[in-house]
T-cell receptor, first 110, second 112 residues
Framework: AQRVTQPEKLLSVFKGAPVELKCNYSYSGSPELFWYVQYSRQRLQLLLRHISRESIKGFTADLNKGETSFHLKKPFAQEEDSAMYYCALNLNTGGFKTIFGAGTRLFVKA | DTEVTQTPKHLVMGMTNKKSLKCEQHMGHRAMYWYKQKAKKPPELMFVYSYEKLSINESVPSRFSPECPNSSLLNLHLHALQPEDSALYLC???????????FGDGTRLSIL
């Protein structure tokens, strides 16, 4: 079955601490994975996609097919990183379906 | 134009009313989506249109009726809604594959 799992509902860290938001997926096809972020009172927006292998706002995410994971990492968290983060999987079917994880709320304390 | 525009931003309606939500994108995306999002929950897929045809209906009650008049527009017609239908309704567009979805700001719907 196709599934995206984010095991932590809430992650609270101090400013300047490293942060890792976990994402595991289950999919028999070739995964197309994304991290989306929803800041307070803002629209849901793309943060990262695995294919571009870039760093956005200091965040990186590496696809590990062996562990079926796509964890989001940042070495030094900032207060403005506080938001809701969703891991998502595009299914390679004709229906253009995306499966979202349950989300992790990141709270960065001063 | 890299935005998805949704109107109205807020909507309050009674259970016997008929109203419509509208969504527009001019990025040439071949797929458009309706999601329902409750507070502190992920978006929940309702419908997908691909190439202007309904390709996915996630067993949504018939009181929600989608329509795709052309490749840039997506409507969601509402009739006889229930209080539990109160939520943020998000529209998105995308190309599928390794491309992300682009989301609108949503319509916050309250059913009295």
């Amino acid at each position: 079955a196709q599934r995206v799992t984010q095991p932590e509902k809430l992650l609270s860290v101090f400013k300047g601490a490293p942060v890792e938001l976990k994402c595991n997926y289950s999919y028999s096809g070739s995964p197309e994975l994304f991290w989306y972020v929803q800041y307070s009172r803002q629209r849901l927006q793309l943060l990262l996609r695995h294919i571009s292998r870039e760093s956005i706002k200091g965040f990186t995410a590496d696809l590990n097919k062996g562990e079926t994971s796509f964890h989001l990492k940042k070495p030094f968290a900032q207060e403005e990183d506080s938001a809701m983060y969703y891991c998502a999987l595009n299914l390679n079917t004709g229906g253009f379906k995306t499966i979202f994880g349950a989300g992790t709320r990141l709270f960065v304390k001063a | 134009d890299t935005e998805v525009t949704q109107t109205p931003k807020h909507l309050v309606m009674g259970m016997t009313n008929k109203k419509s939500l509208k969504c527009e994108q001019h990025m040439g995306h071949r797929a458009m989506y309706w999601y329902k999002q409750k507070a502190k929950k992920p978006p929940e897929l309702m419908f997908v249109y691909s190439y202007e045809k309904l390709s996915i209906n996630e067993s949504v009650p018939s009181r929600f009726s989608p329509e795709c008049p052309n490749s840039s527009l997506l409507n969601l017609h509402l009739h006889a809604l229930q209080p539990e239908d109160s939520a943020l309704y998000l529209c998105a567009s995308g190309q599928g594959g390794n491309q992300p979805q682009h989301f609108g700001d949503g319509t916050r719907l309250s059913i009295l």
